[in-house]
Protein backbone atom coordinates (compact mmCIF):
# COMPACT_ATOMS: atom_id res chain seq x y z
CA UNK A 1 0.00 0.00 0.00
CA UNK A 2 1.07 3.73 -1.11
CA UNK A 3 -0.36 6.45 0.80
CA UNK A 4 0.76 10.44 0.28
CA UNK A 5 1.66 10.45 4.17
CA UNK A 6 4.13 7.49 3.51
CA UNK A 7 5.59 8.87 0.58
CA UNK A 8 5.62 12.55 1.12
CA UNK A 9 9.13 12.91 -0.36
CA UNK A 10 8.86 11.13 -2.98
CA UNK A 11 8.97 12.74 -6.45
CA UNK A 12 6.49 10.09 -8.40
CA UNK A 13 3.67 11.23 -5.37
CA UNK A 14 1.85 13.93 -6.88
CA UNK A 15 -0.49 16.81 -5.97
CA UNK A 16 -3.78 16.01 -5.53
CA UNK A 17 -7.29 17.56 -7.61
CA UNK A 18 -8.89 17.47 -4.60
CA UNK A 19 -6.88 18.63 -1.37
CA UNK A 20 -8.81 16.82 1.38
CA UNK A 21 -6.87 19.30 4.18
CA UNK A 22 -8.80 22.42 2.07
CA UNK A 23 -12.46 21.39 1.38
CA UNK A 24 -15.12 23.62 0.21
CA UNK A 25 -18.84 23.78 -0.85
CA UNK A 26 -20.02 20.62 -2.22
CA UNK A 27 -16.60 19.05 -1.76
CA UNK A 28 -16.79 19.54 1.75
CA UNK A 29 -20.28 18.20 2.32
CA UNK A 30 -19.31 15.31 0.22
CA UNK A 31 -16.07 13.87 2.24
CA UNK A 32 -17.66 14.86 5.54
CA UNK A 33 -20.83 12.79 5.18
CA UNK A 34 -18.61 9.84 3.82
CA UNK A 35 -16.44 10.60 6.88
CA UNK A 36 -19.78 10.56 9.22
CA UNK A 37 -21.18 7.35 7.74
CA UNK A 38 -17.61 5.14 8.04
CA UNK A 39 -17.23 6.16 11.34
CA UNK A 40 -21.22 5.34 12.05
CA UNK A 41 -20.48 2.02 10.49
CA UNK A 42 -16.93 1.49 11.97
CA UNK A 43 -18.65 1.48 15.49
CA UNK A 44 -21.71 -1.04 14.33
CA UNK A 45 -19.83 -3.15 12.68
CA UNK A 46 -16.97 -3.43 15.84
CA UNK A 47 -20.35 -3.74 18.33
CA UNK A 48 -21.38 -6.53 16.61
CA UNK A 49 -17.88 -8.22 16.23
CA UNK A 50 -17.08 -7.90 19.25
CA UNK A 51 -20.40 -9.05 20.26
CA UNK A 52 -18.88 -12.53 18.92
CA UNK A 53 -15.84 -12.76 20.45
CA UNK A 54 -16.04 -15.62 23.24
CA UNK A 55 -13.13 -15.55 25.81
CA UNK A 56 -13.92 -19.73 26.00
CA UNK A 57 -13.24 -20.32 22.56
CA UNK A 58 -9.99 -17.70 22.54
CA UNK A 59 -8.79 -20.19 26.11
CA UNK A 60 -9.31 -22.88 23.62
CA UNK A 61 -6.86 -21.61 20.74
CA UNK A 62 -4.54 -21.00 23.01
CA UNK A 63 -4.31 -24.10 24.74
CA UNK A 64 -3.89 -25.60 21.35
CA UNK A 65 -1.27 -23.53 20.82
CA UNK A 66 0.67 -24.21 23.66
CA UNK A 67 0.17 -27.83 22.96
CA UNK A 68 1.52 -27.24 19.22
CA UNK A 69 4.61 -25.24 20.45
CA UNK A 70 5.06 -28.09 23.20
CA UNK A 71 4.48 -25.72 25.98
CA UNK A 72 2.22 -27.45 28.30
CA UNK A 73 3.96 -30.47 28.03
CA UNK A 74 7.51 -30.10 27.30
CA UNK A 75 7.49 -33.24 24.74
CA UNK A 76 7.33 -31.69 21.44
CA UNK A 77 10.51 -29.73 19.88
CA UNK A 78 9.25 -26.73 18.84
CA UNK A 79 8.15 -26.51 15.50
CA UNK A 80 7.07 -24.01 13.10
CA UNK A 81 5.54 -22.22 15.48
CA UNK A 82 4.17 -19.36 13.39
CA UNK A 83 2.55 -21.63 11.05
CA UNK A 84 1.02 -23.34 14.25
CA UNK A 85 -0.48 -20.18 15.69
CA UNK A 86 -1.75 -19.15 12.19
CA UNK A 87 -4.00 -22.13 12.07
CA UNK A 88 -4.99 -21.89 15.94
CA UNK A 89 -5.74 -18.64 14.97
CA UNK A 90 -7.86 -19.48 12.12
CA UNK A 91 -9.58 -22.67 13.57
CA UNK A 92 -10.67 -19.87 16.29
CA UNK A 93 -12.32 -17.53 13.89
CA UNK A 94 -13.84 -20.11 11.92
CA UNK A 95 -15.33 -21.30 14.87
CA UNK A 96 -16.40 -18.18 16.14
CA UNK A 97 -18.03 -17.81 12.48
CA UNK A 98 -20.46 -20.23 13.18
CA UNK A 99 -21.19 -18.56 16.51
CA UNK A 100 -24.69 -16.95 16.64
CA UNK A 101 -23.44 -13.66 16.59
CA UNK A 102 -22.47 -14.07 13.03
CA UNK A 103 -25.97 -13.39 11.28
CA UNK A 104 -25.24 -9.70 13.21
CA UNK A 105 -22.07 -9.50 11.93
CA UNK A 106 -23.41 -10.58 8.80
CA UNK A 107 -26.08 -7.52 8.40
CA UNK A 108 -24.00 -5.17 9.98
CA UNK A 109 -21.59 -5.66 7.24
CA UNK A 110 -24.04 -5.91 4.50
CA UNK A 111 -25.69 -2.22 5.64
CA UNK A 112 -22.45 -0.64 5.42
CA UNK A 113 -22.12 -1.48 2.08
CA UNK A 114 -25.71 -0.50 0.88
CA UNK A 115 -24.82 2.76 2.65
CA UNK A 116 -21.62 2.83 1.10
CA UNK A 117 -23.52 1.96 -2.33
CA UNK A 118 -25.99 4.44 -1.78
CA UNK A 119 -23.88 7.64 -1.04
CA UNK A 120 -21.74 6.79 -4.36
CA UNK A 121 -24.62 7.37 -6.14
CA UNK A 122 -25.55 10.41 -4.45
CA UNK A 123 -21.93 11.60 -4.80
CA UNK A 124 -22.10 10.59 -8.67
CA UNK A 125 -25.41 13.03 -9.10
CA UNK A 126 -23.57 15.57 -6.43
CA UNK A 127 -20.74 15.56 -8.72
CA UNK A 128 -22.34 15.70 -11.42
CA UNK A 129 -24.82 19.23 -11.13
CA UNK A 130 -21.38 20.54 -9.53
CA UNK A 131 -20.18 20.09 -13.28
CA UNK A 132 -22.75 22.67 -14.49
CA UNK A 133 -21.39 25.20 -12.08
CA UNK A 134 -22.00 25.70 -8.37
CA UNK A 135 -25.09 27.27 -7.96
CA UNK A 136 -26.19 25.70 -11.51
CA UNK A 137 -28.48 23.23 -9.42
CA UNK A 138 -28.86 22.00 -5.33
CA UNK A 139 -28.75 18.69 -4.32
CA UNK A 140 -31.29 17.45 -1.43
CA UNK A 141 -28.74 15.03 0.25
CA UNK A 142 -30.69 13.41 2.49
CA UNK A 143 -33.58 12.80 -0.04
CA UNK A 144 -31.54 11.65 -2.26
CA UNK A 145 -29.69 9.12 -0.18
CA UNK A 146 -32.98 7.97 0.86
CA UNK A 147 -34.13 6.80 -2.36
CA UNK A 148 -31.12 5.79 -3.23
CA UNK A 149 -31.13 3.20 -0.30
CA UNK A 150 -34.49 2.26 -0.48
CA UNK A 151 -33.61 1.16 -4.63
CA UNK A 152 -30.76 -1.25 -2.93
CA UNK A 153 -33.36 -2.80 -0.51
CA UNK A 154 -33.37 -6.04 -2.81
CA UNK A 155 -30.14 -6.25 -4.01
CA UNK A 156 -28.94 -9.61 -3.02
CA UNK A 157 -25.28 -8.77 -3.62
CA UNK A 158 -24.59 -6.91 -1.17
CA UNK A 159 -25.20 -10.01 0.67
CA UNK A 160 -22.74 -12.17 -1.31
CA UNK A 161 -20.05 -8.94 -0.97
CA UNK A 162 -20.60 -8.91 2.47
CA UNK A 163 -19.33 -12.33 2.89
CA UNK A 164 -15.90 -11.66 0.79
CA UNK A 165 -15.40 -8.12 3.26
CA UNK A 166 -16.04 -11.01 6.23
CA UNK A 167 -13.80 -13.29 4.72
CA UNK A 168 -10.80 -10.78 4.48
CA UNK A 169 -11.86 -9.15 8.01
CA UNK A 170 -11.25 -12.87 9.54
CA UNK A 171 -7.93 -12.89 6.73
CA UNK A 172 -6.50 -9.52 8.44
CA UNK A 173 -7.58 -10.77 12.05
CA UNK A 174 -5.99 -14.38 11.66
CA UNK A 175 -2.92 -12.94 10.86
CA UNK A 176 -3.14 -10.32 13.37
CA UNK A 177 -3.64 -12.94 16.24
CA UNK A 178 -1.34 -15.90 15.24
CA UNK A 179 1.77 -13.39 15.42
CA UNK A 180 0.35 -12.33 18.41
CA UNK A 181 0.13 -15.42 19.99
CA UNK A 182 3.76 -17.21 18.21
CA UNK A 183 5.17 -14.16 19.87
CA UNK A 184 3.71 -14.54 23.39
CA UNK A 185 4.87 -18.50 22.98
CA UNK A 186 8.59 -17.83 22.15
CA UNK A 187 8.49 -14.98 25.09
CA UNK A 188 7.27 -17.65 27.48
CA UNK A 189 4.01 -15.81 28.43
CA UNK A 190 1.75 -17.72 30.68
CA UNK A 191 -1.68 -19.36 29.61
CA UNK A 192 -3.41 -16.29 31.02
CA UNK A 193 -1.03 -13.88 29.59
CA UNK A 194 -1.72 -15.30 25.95
CA UNK A 195 -5.45 -14.94 25.80
CA UNK A 196 -5.28 -11.63 27.69
CA UNK A 197 -3.04 -10.42 24.27
CA UNK A 198 -5.65 -12.73 21.88
CA UNK A 199 -8.50 -10.90 23.53
CA UNK A 200 -6.62 -7.11 22.92
CA UNK A 201 -6.14 -8.49 19.20
CA UNK A 202 -10.16 -9.24 19.42
CA UNK A 203 -12.06 -7.15 20.85
CA UNK A 204 -9.60 -3.51 21.93
CA UNK A 205 -10.69 -0.06 20.57
CA UNK A 206 -7.51 -0.90 17.58
CA UNK A 207 -9.15 -3.83 16.23
CA UNK A 208 -7.27 -2.75 13.37
CA UNK A 209 -8.75 -5.51 10.92
CA UNK A 210 -12.19 -4.71 11.55
CA UNK A 211 -11.84 -0.83 11.26
CA UNK A 212 -9.42 -1.20 8.23
CA UNK A 213 -11.90 -3.45 6.26
CA UNK A 214 -15.30 -0.99 7.00
CA UNK A 215 -13.42 1.39 5.61
CA UNK A 216 -12.09 -0.24 2.39
CA UNK A 217 -15.66 -1.78 2.01
CA UNK A 218 -17.59 1.56 1.92
CA UNK A 219 -14.97 2.82 -0.12
CA UNK A 220 -15.17 0.17 -2.80
CA UNK A 221 -19.21 0.18 -2.43
CA UNK A 222 -19.58 3.80 -2.94
CA UNK A 223 -17.04 3.48 -5.85
CA UNK A 224 -19.27 0.72 -7.12
CA UNK A 225 -22.51 2.58 -6.06
CA UNK A 226 -21.38 5.96 -8.53
CA UNK A 227 -20.52 3.18 -11.59
CA UNK A 228 -23.91 2.07 -11.26
CA UNK A 229 -25.44 4.56 -11.67
CA UNK A 230 -23.50 5.65 -14.89
CA UNK A 231 -24.03 2.33 -15.87
CA UNK A 232 -27.45 2.55 -15.63
CA UNK A 233 -28.17 6.13 -16.84
CA UNK A 234 -25.70 5.35 -20.28
CA UNK A 235 -22.92 7.59 -19.24
CA UNK A 236 -20.08 6.51 -22.10
CA UNK A 237 -17.29 9.14 -20.40
CA UNK A 238 -15.82 8.80 -16.49
CA UNK A 239 -13.35 10.70 -15.18
CA UNK A 240 -10.98 9.93 -12.21
CA UNK A 241 -10.50 12.62 -9.66
CA UNK A 242 -7.51 12.71 -7.47
CA UNK A 243 -8.13 13.13 -3.70
CA UNK A 244 -5.92 13.22 -0.22
CA UNK A 245 -4.43 14.88 1.79
CA UNK A 246 -2.28 17.29 -0.40
CA UNK A 247 -0.20 14.49 -2.67
CA UNK A 248 -1.40 11.16 -4.23
CA UNK A 249 -0.06 7.70 -5.06
CA UNK A 250 0.98 7.56 -8.87
CA UNK A 251 -1.32 4.69 -9.69
CA UNK A 252 -4.18 7.24 -8.72
CA UNK A 253 -2.46 10.36 -10.37
CA UNK A 254 -2.00 8.22 -13.47
CA UNK A 255 -5.52 7.21 -13.61
CA UNK A 256 -6.64 10.71 -13.47
CA UNK A 257 -4.27 11.69 -16.30
CA UNK A 258 -6.19 9.04 -18.30
CA UNK A 259 -9.18 10.70 -18.21
CA UNK A 260 -11.64 10.72 -19.52
CA UNK A 261 -12.06 6.91 -20.20
CA UNK A 262 -14.01 4.92 -21.45
CA UNK A 263 -17.49 3.94 -19.15
CA UNK A 264 -16.55 0.48 -19.98
CA UNK A 265 -12.88 0.33 -19.12
CA UNK A 266 -12.35 2.78 -16.30
CA UNK A 267 -10.14 2.17 -13.89
CA UNK A 268 -11.80 0.21 -11.01
CA UNK A 269 -11.08 2.29 -7.44
CA UNK A 270 -10.08 2.66 -4.61
CA UNK A 271 -6.73 1.45 -6.18
CA UNK A 272 -5.07 1.50 -2.77
CA UNK A 273 -7.36 0.90 0.59
CA UNK A 274 -8.14 4.22 2.40
CA UNK A 275 -8.13 5.64 -1.02
CA UNK A 276 -10.19 8.73 -1.16
CA UNK A 277 -9.93 9.42 -5.43
CA UNK A 278 -13.32 9.30 -6.92
CA UNK A 279 -15.16 9.16 -10.39
CA UNK A 280 -17.19 12.02 -12.33
CA UNK A 281 -19.11 12.21 -15.14
CA UNK A 282 -21.60 14.37 -16.84
CA UNK A 283 -24.90 12.63 -16.40
CA UNK A 284 -28.33 14.05 -17.32
CA UNK A 285 -30.84 15.28 -14.51
CA UNK A 286 -33.83 14.70 -15.45
CA UNK A 287 -33.93 11.47 -14.01
CA UNK A 288 -32.86 12.78 -10.52
CA UNK A 289 -35.73 15.77 -10.95
CA UNK A 290 -37.00 14.61 -7.32
CA UNK A 291 -32.71 14.72 -5.96
CA UNK A 292 -32.82 18.36 -6.48
CA UNK A 293 -34.25 21.59 -5.23
ZN1 LIG B 1 -6.48 7.33 -4.72
Not at 7 to 17: G, N
Not at 41 to 53: E, F, I, L, P, Y
Not at 94 to 116: E, F, I
Not at 196 to 224: G, H, Q, R
Amino acid sequence: MRTAIEHADDPRVLEVTVDLGRLEGMWARLFSRRQEQQDEHTRAVTAAWRAMVDRDAVAMAVTAVRERAGLAEARRPLGDLAAEALAAARALLRALADHTGWTALRTAVRNALAVGRAEGAVNAVAIAAERLGPHAVQLEWDIAFQHAYRSLERLDELWAEADTWLARMLDGTASDLGRALAGAAEDGASREEMIDSAMDILVSDDAAAVAFTVDWAMTTAADDGALALYQSEGVQRVDVITAGDGRVCEACASYEAGSPWSSLDVPRLPTHPTCRCVYAADVSLSHFAAWLI
